[in-house]
């Protein structure tokens, strides 16, 4: 079943302690992207990746991290979480022809307190 | 540039009712246009989508939009709705060149009343 995992699914964490998100797909996608929600602000999105060694900065990148050593995995990195970081966080995946359908995970919901 | 205005945040609608969830977007260049659905602590998923041709399209789930180049909008419509349509809808746009990004709408939760 082609799909995108992320994990935790939920997540409880304190101020300034490490954390990483992890995205993977199975659908041997070039790009990858990161996005917050946010009530009333909609989905923005934090850092993408055209492809394996290729990230940029997306709207909102302030306090993240990402990497792509590999296709199929995009793992976002808060070295020192705050609590305005606390979000609703979605991870998605697509072939990178523009105007192809974006395959989202399930998302993560964290608190930082 | 691009952005995206859906002016509705929540639209509470009877079953069986026709419903017409609004989006009026803003760019530089020529953009796709997608409608995306997110249930109940899902992830968003495509609901239809325009790129070219017609500018009527069809959608999942008997959803339909219209692409008005002279207004911009894209307005996402359904004729009769469900219980099960009860979701938050996400209109987006992505450039035609550069980066394949989506910018997204604020969305709009819609409420189905039985």
């Known amino acids: 079943e082609a799909q995108v995992t992320q994990n935790p699914r939920y997540l409880i964490t304190v101020t300034g302690k490490k954390l990483t998100v992890t995205c993977s797909q199975n659908?041997?996608?070039?790009?990858m992207s990161w996005y917050r929600q946010d009530p009333g602000l909609g989905l923005r999105q934090i850092y993408y990746?055209?492809?394996?060694?290729?990230?940029d900065k997306g709207d909102v990148p302030e306090g993240y991290k990402v990497s792509r050593k590999e296709k199929r995995n995009f793992p976002l990195i808060l070295e020192s979480p705050s609590p305005n970081q606390t979000s609703l966080y979605f991870c998605?995946?697509?072939?990178?022809?523009?105007?192809?359908?974006?395959?989202f995970g399930q998302g993560t919901r964290l608190t930082v307190v | 540039a691009q952005s995206v205005t859906q002016l509705d945040s929540q639209v509470p609608v009877f079953e069986e009712a026709p419903v017409e969830l609004r989006c009026n977007y803003s760019?530089?260049?020529?953009?796709?246009l997608f409608w995306y659905v997110q249930y109940p602590n899902q992830g968003l998923q495509l609901l239809l989508k325009?790129?070219?041709?017609?500018?009527l399209v069809k959608g999942i789930n008997g959803f339909e939009a219209e692409f008005n180049k002279s207004q911009t909008s894209f307005h996402l419509r359904k004729p009769s709705v469900h219980i099960s349509d009860t979701a938050e809808y996400f209109c987006?746009?992505?450039?035609?060149?550069?980066?394949?990004?989506?910018?997204f709408g604020t969305g709009t939760r819609l409420t189905v009343i039985p």
């Open positions: 998605a995946s697509s072939l990178r022809n523009r105007g192809t359908e974006a395959f």
């Open positions: 760019s530089s260049v020529s953009v796709y």
């Open positions: 987006a746009v992505s450039a035609l060149t550069g980066a394949n990004n989506l910018f």
């Open positions: 990746s055209m492809n394996v060694e290729v990230t």
């Open positions: 659908m041997n996608h070039e790009y």
């Open positions: 325009y790129l070219s041709g017609s500018t």
